[in-house]
Structures are given as C-alpha cells and as structure tokens.
C-alpha cells in the first residue's frame, strides 16, 4: 500500500519561498515518476512538477519553470517541492501524487488521471 504524506505547507507574502515535503512508503520507488500537483477553489487540479525517481530527471510546468523545483531524496524516500519567487496566484492546495511502472520512460505525464496514488494535500497560501 503506497502511502504519501504531504507536509510544508502555510502562509507566505507576495515574492516568498516555501518548501513542500512528501514522505513515500510502502513501495520501492524506482520504477515510478512522482509528480506535485495544485488545485485552487474552483479550479481543475494542475500539473506543477514531475520527476522520474530512478534518474532525477525532472519537468516543470511552464507556469512554475524557473521559480519551483522538485527534487528527491532516495535514501528518505522524500519528495520535495522548492518554491521561490511566490505569487498570489500559486495560491492552492498541494498534492503528492505518484505515477507506477513509468519510472524509466523518457516522456512525462501531467494528467491527474494518470497518477494513481495521491497524498492528503497541503495548503499554500500567499497574500499580496
């Protein structure tokens, strides 16, 4: 049973940084991409980042490339997410999610539909 627990999450002015924490288990991760996602009130959830475990490579979405960068760490079976240069409008809830069998792929999915297991999701919130 994979298990994703979100964490890193708050408050920050306009400009900011944040770093989100994802802590994976029950599975090893080596075959799999883990991606981060964001969904605001009223919105469709959003691809931000994706990375694939066993190499490190990593795509970032146009919207966050260049502020935000996802990253991991094998030997804690942690994800993260870097986020500087914050804006109101990254405003959102933030989920972990992990895509199985994808691992050595070249190309990057970015659909929700395609990640299977999800975490509980973690508020960021930046004023302006």
């Known amino acids: 049973q994979v298990q994703l627990v979100e964490s890193g999450g708050g408050v920050v002015q306009a400009g900011g940084s944040l770093r989100l924490s994802c802590a994976a288990s029950?599975?090893?991760?080596?075959?799999?991409?883990m991606g981060w996602f964001r969904q605001a009130p009223g919105k469709e959830r959003e691809f931000v980042a994706a990375?694939?475990?066993?190499?490190?490579?990593?795509y970032h979405a146009d919207s966050v490339k260049g502020r935000f960068i996802i990253s991991r760490d094998n030997a804690k079976n942690t994800l993260y997410l870097q986020m500087n240069s914050l804006k109101p409008e990254d405003t959102a809830v933030y989920y972990c999610?992990?895509?199985?069998?994808?691992?050595?792929?070249?190309?990057?999915?970015?659909?929700?539909?395609?990640?299977?297991?999800w975490g509980q999701g973690t508020q960021v919130t930046v004023s302006s």
């Open positions: 029950g599975r090893t991760f080596g075959s799999y991409t």
């Open positions: 990375i694939k475990w066993i190499t490190g490579r990593t």
């Open positions: 999610a992990a895509d199985p069998g994808t691992g050595f792929d070249y190309s990057f999915r970015y659909r929700a539909y395609d990640y299977d297991y």
